[in-house]
């Protein structure tokens, strides 16, 4: 039997912030984790974090990753235990048993803090047991931790952040993304997330399912049907598009195995992502002894699961600790989760806590309408209006260069406003609010473009000659083109405008593999590049 | 028409949309009635491929908001031990 | 529309219940409601080890398990049923460790063949033609029975309860019993958490909480409930043919159709109460004792564990009458870990009990038999 005050189940985001926030505070600390490795779906998080400065907004998650686990290896409070599975919880004998090399462990912690993540959402359609259908979380795997190319032809199934970001990440491994389509009548994830694959020329298609997928032995096709208002069938709208793989990315569930088994009281909220356990602001569950964090209290971003896990560690060792240091820090979290979760984006999230803390009022504000354009929901593509809303004076544009951010939804996101070297751009006091930019403080020096998450800025030398622009934009595809080479100029949409020549390649380590190539191309094309093929 | 006998919900057992609309429809309207006659979620995921799926069916059947229904149990031990494996006895099959 | 007046109320949805109700309704009684509180089978009958075995001490219990094995061998057309109930008759071996086991098993199959029950002693070495892998380190002798074996205890109970419908009885799920009302000494009512149901008799068949059904009608019903557990495997190949059981080893293990091994123990200084939790001594405590018996089943993952109630009567023996204190109150209760695999028999017991018009099976299962003192201990349970 292995005694300890806390044991965190877990060693995902929010499991390794709950064992260091425990760790840090001198509490003997175990730390399991099932895989050989930390991070959980960190260490496949190659894309930039959204949210604040303070929780790490612009850093990509894999280096996130790398350095909580450098964290958690030097503290000498926490026993880490990897490829350390766990089996279950005996509340009654107050006994957790944990499978590691063969052998099954046994724990007797004083406080235990569960943070085992979430699962992927099954669907149910005509053939789905066929080989070549695979959860997002999967394709992640094979691609981004062990380097294997799943698939030549990829259909995405569901627009989520998970859905789009993964379809990114398969163009980036040289695999074709056929489609992302969207049962809702909007993208269900970020909308710069969508923008981004629709400049790489994916069709997204919303109000739209999967019928069936076709294929004797393994997947050649699929067939999709467009959804009426009612999420009804429209017949007559049936698609076939081929390809060799079917992605399902429609939702996570928490994984809630060891809350169920404990005897924890569990509640099902469908915007928390389906069966939780019923908990207080504190984290803690209704057998007093159990915390959790992150996923499996409720479906959200990585950035929460962070936050949540402090939060759980610090409550849950609260009473060994009595501080009044972390007392003011467990509110200062709780505040920075309130704001995380305040914009429009947050609605789903804020209402499923509603249902979940019985008796109080988990959110008091939060705004539940932003101000994106219905067209751009739908279709990851600013409208006219809305880059209108966004271009400088005539004078301005002529005058010398101008970054210009393609940002038309409210998400809690700020490392834009912190990185300009001129202060040049401002949201105010809220960070779900819309960035603006000083067009009189900004030199056009393009530091921002690399630092965006969401890959939406753009610097434009409308006046590069007498009858050139150049764009400048964000590329994260390999090879990096070279200067002087003839590309393709595509727009928002990914299809080709003009041929260009790249005048400029910025590529250094703080830019973290977001490389920033200028293009230059025919004037009237400034406000129409925005991405760039490489001619073979 | 869908083809739901094409349609797996369950994959530890085999399981088809069909044989659980069939039973929803001959009553067997809570999730561990269901688990108990057909074995779904009793293999080793213990339901969370089909459990969700499940729910739906029986919210769509019975009119009842998934919300009110009876949820599944998981039990121990997670994702399934060896005997070898509790008896600390790791050197078969190495 | 809730049912409110009923012929009989039968409490309890487990496979007593329901065979009581398919059988009552099949002899033509009318207006039987069934109340369950959660959901068919909820109960022990789900969570039960799903054994079917002849070979007991008693001559009430051989009489039972005879007749209940000629009803599952041909329940699709007993039961008029289109389930599969997944019978399995490749037999029990008992295991005997000491000369006072091999005795009492001698006793036993002495009393077996009086009902018609083939079975036999083995020697050690003769043990291992049925399990080749069994360890049979201080075994003394096995008995063995070929036609005993496993039923799905969900299918039998669903094929009663389908069948029961069909006859018109009206089945209440999720519906809790509140209550019995009385009047000068006679049933009325049954209280439920649907409303009240009018009725002058009422079978407990509660399982695990037929002595607190019976503090609603005010008897002291002598029963207690005890945590069972058990657990189950991944399923593989068939390599076990028969259930493999010792009572004084203290172990039951046998592989479902199905592929999985479902094993169990009877537990030690366990208390009288309700508790269904998994604990983590059995695990550990199973482990070793089915490994040492079946080496081979170290290789097997345990997929899930999981507890039940026996309802436990004194002498480890059912008790299935009329209350002598209250007219119309029936029960069928105590079934010590066996209620499955007597329930076809025990559902036409009640039967006969409730409609009077035939007489019973000759059998001493009622209450009285502890104030008589005509109680035999069955010596077979685990």
Redesign the interface.
């Given at each position: 039997m292995i005694e300890t005050d806390i044991l965190v189940v877990g060693g995902g985001p929010a499991g390794i912030s709950a064992a260091l926030a425990c760790g840090r505070n001198n509490i003997k600390t175990v730390l399991i984790e099932e895989r050989d490795f930390l991070g959980g779906q960190l260490i496949k998080q190659t894309h930039r974090f959204f949210g604040s400065k303070e929780e790490r907004a612009g850093s990509r998650g894999i280096r996130i990753a790398e350095d909580l686990m450098n964290e958690i290896k030097k503290n000498k409070n926490i026993d880490l235990y990897l490829d350390a599975?766990?089996?279950?919880?005996?509340?009654?004998?107050k006994?957790f048993?944990v499978?590691q090399?063969?052998?099954?462990l046994?724990f007797s912690p004083r406080k235990l803090i569960i943070a085992t993540g979430a699962?992927e959402?099954?669907?149910?359609?005509?053939?789905?047991?066929l080989p070549g259908i695979y959860g997002a979380g999967a394709v992640q795997t094979l691609m981004n931790i062990y380097g294997v190319k799943p698939a030549e032809r990829v259909l995405m199934i569901g627009s989520g952040n998970i859905g789009l970001i993964v379809s990114y990440q398969l163009i980036q491994a040289g695999v074709q993304v056929v489609g992302v389509i969207e049962a809702a009548p909007e993208i269900g994830g970020y909308a710069v997330h969508a923008s981004k694959i629709r400049r790489l020329g994916v069709p997204l298609y919303t109000s739209h399912t999967i019928k069936?997928a076709i294929g004797n032995e393994f997947v050649t096709g699929a067939e999709i049907i467009e959804l009426d208002r009612n999420w009804n069938e429209i017949k007559g709208t049936e698609k076939k598009i081929d390809c060799d793989c079917i992605c399902l990315s429609v939702g996570l569930?928490p994984?809630?195995?060891?809350l169920?088994?404990s005897?924890c009281e569990?509640?099902?909220?469908?915007e928390l992502g389906?069966?939780v356990p019923v908990r207080n602001e504190n984290m803690q569950t209704s057998i007093d002894n159990i915390y959790v964090a992150g996923d499996l209290a409720g479906i959200e971003e990585a950035t929460a699961a962070m936050l949540e896990g402090e939060l759980a560690g610090l409550c849950a060792a609260n009473t060994f600790i009595n501080d009044v240091k972390q007392d003011e820090r467990i509110e200062k979290i709780k505040n920075n989760l309130e704001v995380l979760r305040s914009g429009p984006k947050g609605s789903k999230i804020r209402s499923g806590l509603n249902k979940l803390i019985k008796g109080e009022t988990f959110f008091q504000g939060g705004r539940n309408t932003g101000s994106e354009i219905e067209a751009f929901k739908k279709t990851g593509i600013p409208s006219g209006e809305n880059l209108r809303s966004i271009l400088p004076d005539e004078k301005r544009i002529n005058e010398t260069p101008f970054a210009l951010i393609e940002c038309f939804q409210e998400i809690p996101c700020d490392p834009c406003v912190n990185n300009c070297p001129f202060g040049a751009i401002t949201e105010g006091t809220d960070i779900n609010n819309l960035p603006k930019i000083d067009y009189s403080k900004c030199t056009g020096c393009g530091s921002c473009i690399s630092r965006c998450p969401g890959l939406a800025i753009f610097l434009i030398n409308k006046n590069y000659s007498e009858n050139t622009s150049t764009v400048s934009m964000p590329y994260e595809m390999l090879p990096v083109p070279q200067k002087g080479e003839i590309v393709d100029v595509l727009d928002r949409e990914g299809k080709k405008i003009v041929s260009g020549k790249v005048v400029k390649v910025l590529k250094n380590e703080k830019m973290d593999k977001t490389n920033v190539i200028s293009v230059e191309i025919p004037k009237e094309f400034f406000n129409v590049a925005r991405n760039i093929r490489l001619v073979k | 028409m869908?083809?739901e006998d094409?349609?797996?919900?369950c994959?530890c057992e085999d399981v088809t949309?069909k044989d659980i609309r069939e039973l929803i429809k001959r009553g067997y309207t809570n999730i561990e009635e269901i688990k108990r006659i057909t074995r779904c979620g009793m293999g080793p995921c213990?339901g969370?491929?089909?459990g969700?799926?499940i729910?739906r069916e029986i919210s769509m059947i019975t009119g009842i908001p998934?919300?009110k229904?009876t949820?599944q149990?998981?039990?121990?031990?997670?994702?399934g031990?060896?005997f070898?494996?509790?008896l600390?006895e790791?050197n078969d099959e190495? | 529309m809730m049912k409110n007046k009923a012929s009989i109320v039968i409490i309890g949805g487990g496979v007593i219940g329901c065979s009581a109700a398919y059988n009552l309704s099949k002899r033509g009684l009318k207006d039987i409601v069934l109340v369950e509180k959660k959901f068919l089978a909820s109960g022990a009958t789900g969570r039960c080890g799903a054994g079917i075995r002849q070979q007991w001490g008693t001559r009430q219990n051989c009489f039972l398990a005879k007749k209940s094995m000629e009803i599952f061998e041909n329940f699709r057309d007993y039961v008029d049923t289109k389930i599969d109930i997944e019978l399995k008759q490749k037999g029990y071996l008992l295991l005997a460790y000491s000369d006072k086991e091999v005795d009492q098993f001698e006793k036993n199959i002495f009393i077996q063949h009086e009902y018609g029950i083939p079975s036999r002693i083995l020697e050690p070495e003769e043990s291992l033609e049925i399990v080749p892998f069994l360890n049979i380190e201080k075994l003394k002798a096995a008995a063995f029975c070929p036609t005993d074996g496993h039923a799905n205890p969900f299918h039998v109970t669903a094929a009663y309860a389908e069948a029961a419908k069909k006859n018109g009885v009206t089945i209440l799920k999720d519906t809790e019993v509140l209550g019995i009302n009385k009047s000068k000494g006679r049933i009325t009512g049954v209280e439920t958490s649907k409303g009240l149901i009018e009725t002058e008799k009422v079978l407990n068949a509660a399982g695990s909480w037929a002595r607190e059904i019976g503090k609603m009608a005010g008897l002291d019903l002598p029963v207690f409930s005890e945590r069972h557990e058990i657990l189950v495997t991944e399923p593989v190949n068939s390599i076990l043919d028969p259930m493999v059981m010792s009572f004084s080893y203290n172990i039951y293990c046998q592989q479902s159709p199905h592929g999985s091994f479902i094993m169990g123990y009877g537990p030690e200084n366990e208390g009288h109460n309700h508790?269904i939790?998994?604990?983590?001594?059995f695990?550990e405590n199973m482990s070793k004792k089915a490994t040492w018996l079946l080496p081979p089943l170290k290789k097997l993952r345990i997929v899930r564990q999981w507890a039940g109630s026996y309802n436990i009567s004194p002498d480890k023996q059912p008790i299935v009458c009329e209350s002598e204190e209250l007219a119309g109150f029936y029960m069928a209760i105590g079934f010590s870990g066996h209620g499955f695999m007597l329930s076809p028999a025990i559902g036409i017991y009640l039967t006969d009990l409730i409609l009077k018009e035939e007489p019973p099976f000759d059998i001493t299962v009622d209450l009285g038999r502890f104030e008589r003192r005509e109680t035999i201990s069955e010596p077979s349970v685990v």
């Open positions: 599975r766990a089996l279950g919880y005996y509340e009654e004998e006994i048993t499978l090399n063969g052998r099954m046994k699962f959402k099954s669907l149910s359609f005509e053939n789905n047991d069936k569930s994984l809630v195995d060891i169920s088994q005897g569990m509640v099902y909220i469908p389906g069966e | 869908m083809k094409n349609i797996i919900v994959r949309l213990q969370k491929n089909c969700q799926i729910l998934v919300e229904l949820l149990r998981y039990r121990p031990p997670f994702g031990i060896k070898s494996e509790v600390g790791n190495k | 508790r939790n998994s604990s983590c001594n695990l």
